[in-house]
């Protein structure tokens, strides 16, 4: 059964119904690569359409890919695929969480954990190479992920990786996690888990992952990804003006400078100046605590941390000593929406009277992290404290809420900026306490509940992007109609970072625009920002290879934060970096030969398999009114400027319309309803997808 390079040979099928464990071979999937690329094909051919996210019937795959394990540079992904209950349709959707659970799979043997079916009582999952048990959690039901994972290490030992949920997944609420280790989590799926009494799965490996290049070969592939990788989310270029760099960006995470410390280490340890030729300190370039924690966050960080395989470390470690005082571990660790996501339920500002007011910010953003990671309470990309604002400053929270409840809410703590309202609400949440609770079903569901109207919907501040209930993550204001395309083709938030780390790497335009032309034959695929131009050919061509580049990272699996590295900071490549190198990662590690467009086309595959599940999920082929419409106040926004105007992110109605059309051809795709056509479905090896969209009529005429 075993497959030499890269894959693990097998996949692990838990039947919790029965009780039953069984493997399978993973010959069977090879043509969707890992990841993503299996979870799909699990869900087309098992899940019928009409099933709900908490039914019995519905699976949960936790996938990983052949360079999972490999050593390849930023490969510690897990990719989780199920069904999404914030999803007005349930429609298939992902999940992603980093660390070192993926890893940790691989080395056990396996490509993959298929879950089906439900058990009758709280259990977890023990794996430990082939030895595999259904294991009783009675005593980690009700508990938080902290405690959770604490409590199977100590039964697995400290070199054991545990993914779990909190009581927000117990309780199937809409938005909540599938935490692993101290700091990753994957947002949407955790109430799955809790529908299936499965409170965590434990795993432990003592095999290895085998690949196929030589050693020095293998050295040097890696030497060579060292020399062009940059900073978080691959940026190329320094924050600050420095003595090497041509350039520098104000938006930059290369954060790096004389006289920045990570100041709780112990010693304190100075990232200093780090040149592109400094190998070694790739790790101290991105200082996430003062992007994510503030200007005080470095006097509390003891270091940087991460997935594994990566240089990067852009997970903030802190310590703050003030946790103490509202009953919480001082000890801290998330990155980016993990911090702003649960700081911004304090809508009304954070006030922390006394020595430590210029703090207020550190000990909130570190608090609110820590309570909504141990509910496992998931923020839906920032929307569930835009939604808590919303209703509460209009008075809706006031109406729907009963008395009795709404006067037992901590709104005292809120107005005061006291960040004790953090326990208050995410529990109230996580319980699905009262009323209130109801936000952590997701917008699609509280306006049903609520009757909200369009004005929930079109009020820019509220950041609404579909009516299928998920927000803005890099759309308009990214490359106006690149980012918007980008982000309506998901069943809940893109998550794709190819086109952001492009557009946000530092570099001048006019550099941008250069490689931009290199790639798909258009400088016009780039325009200065917020200075946007109608759409054109080449910014479809940019779309469908950012698309299809985040889907074979997600397949792999490679981290989209730092992948493709299309850009370098090195002038002497005139910052060029090498779009090739996961067809060499893969080929290195399988032995397989695959080019660089082969790899692309696998990866196109798959996300077209995404669409006709969509199409078969919705039971409609008519993507473009169906699936892919905004809310609106994206073509309304900034009253006083016209599209295409310098200083505006506003888009176009014509021009939107017109954006679909060339995205959809550009994918193979029935230009007028935007689902896949025959034709191109058989191209993509998808014949038996095809004959079941025409049994259900939902081919395109």
């Known amino acids: 059964m075993a497959i030499q390079g890269g894959w693990a040979g097998k996949i692990l099928r838990v039947n919790l119904t029965e009780g039953k464990i069984s493997h399978e071979d993973t010959e069977k999937y090879k043509n969707y690569i890992g990841g993503m690329g299996f979870g799909y094909k699990v869900i087309w051919d098992e899940v019928l359409a009409g099933t709900k996210a908490y039914d019995e019937a519905n699976k949960i795959v936790f ?23 914030s999803n007005p349709f349930h429609g298939v959707s992902d999940s992603h969480m980093g660390g070192h659970f993926a890893v940790e799979l691989k080395y056990a043997g396996y490509n993959g954990i298929i879950i089906e079916g439900k058990s009758e009582r709280p259990v977890w999952l023990r794996i430990e190479d082939d030895d595999v048990s259904i294991e009783d959690a009675s005593l980690y039901w009700g508990h938080g992920t902290f405690k959770t994972i604490t409590g199977v290490t100590a039964v697995m030992g400290g070199d054991s990786q545990v993914a779990a949920i909190g009581q927000a997944g117990e309780n199937m609420v809409n938005l909540s996690v599938i935490r692993t280790g101290p700091s990753h989590s994957a947002g949407g799926h955790g109430g799955v888990m809790g529908s299936k009494n499965l409170k965590a799965i434990g795993v432990k490996g003592t095999g290895a992952v085998h690949i196929n290049m030589e050693n020095m070969e293998w050295y040097n592939l890696n030497k060579f990804t060292m020399s062009i990788i940059g900073a978080n989310n691959q940026h190329v270029v320094p924050r600050t003006p420095q003595p090497w760099a041509e350039h520098d ?3 930059s995470r290369w954060t790096a400078k004389k006289d920045l410390y990570w100041e709780k280490a112990d010693p304190p340890i100075e990232t200093g100046i780090c040149t592109p030729e400094q190998t070694n300190k790739v790790g101290y370039r991105t200082m996430k605590a003062m992007l994510d924690l ?6 509390y960080t003891v270091r940087m941390g991460g997935c594994a395989s990566c240089p990067i470390r852009c997970h903030s470690h802190v310590n703050v000593p003030q946790l103490k005082n509202y009953g919480a571990d001082p000890n801290v660790a998330n990155t980016c929406m993990g911090f702003f996501g649960p700081f911004s339920v304090m809508f009304k500002g954070v006030n922390i009277e006394g020595e430590h007011k210029d703090d207020a910010t550190v000990i909130a953003r570190a608090l609110g992290s820590h309570v909504a990671d141990e509910y496992g309470v998931w923020c839906n990309y920032g929307q569930l404290s835009r939604d808590l604002k919303w209703t509460y400053e209009r008075g809706i929270l006031r109406r729907v809420i009963p008395a009795a409840e709404y006067n037992s809410i901590r709104w005292d703590l809120l107005k005061k900026g006291d960040p004790g309202f953090f326990e208050d609400f995410y529990r109230r949440i996580a319980m699905k306490e009262g009323e209130l609770s109801r936000l952590g079903e997701g917008a699609y569901w509280i306006d049903r509940h609520w009757n909200l109207g369009e004005e929930y919907w079109t009020d820019k501040n509220n950041k609404l992007w579909t009516k299928i209930g998920y927000p803005v993550h890099h759309a308009n204001e990214s490359n106006g109609q690149v980012g918007a395309l980008i982000s309506s083709m998901f069943n809940r938030d893109a998550q794709c970072h190819t086109h952001q780390n492009f557009l946000g790497s530092g570099l001048p335009t006019k550099l941008q625009q250069d490689v931009a032309e290199e790639l798909w034959g258009d400088r016009n695929a780039i325009d200065e920002p917020a200075n946007y131009r109608p759409m054109s050919r080449g910014k479809a061509r940019f779309e ?13 699996t490679l981290c989209n934060w730092m992948w493709p590295l299309a850009l370098s900071p090195l002038k002497e490549r005139n910052y060029r970096g090498d779009t090739a190198l996961e067809e060499k990662y893969f080929t290195a590690v399988t032995g397989e030969e695959m080019s660089e467009e082969e790899l692309d086309l696998a990866a196109e595959r798959i996300f077209t398999l995404h669409r006709a599940l969509t199409v078969k999920q919705m039971g409609t082929v008519n993507m473009r009114e169906e699936h892919d419409r905004l809310t609106g106040w994206q073509f309304d926004m900034d009253p006083d400027k016209e599209a295409f105007t310098a200083g505006t992110i506003k888009l176009d109605r014509d021009d939107f319309e017109k954006g679909l059309t060339m995205l959809y051809e550009e994918m193979g795709w029935d230009p007028q309803t935007g689902a896949p056509t025959r034709e191109t479905l058989e191209k993509l090896q998808l014949k038996y997808v095809a004959d079941e969209l025409e049994t259900l009529d939902l081919l395109p005429a």
């Open 63 to 85: 996938g990983v890919g052949p360079l999972t394990g490999s050593g390849a540079l930023c490969s510690g992904r897990t990719n989780i695929t199920s069904l999404l209950a």
């Open 544 to 556: 469908k290879w950012s698309i299809v580049r985040n889907v074979l990272h997600d397949s792999l």
């Open 294 to 299: 503030g200007a005080n966050g470095p006097k």
């Open 249 to 251: 960006h104000p938006g």
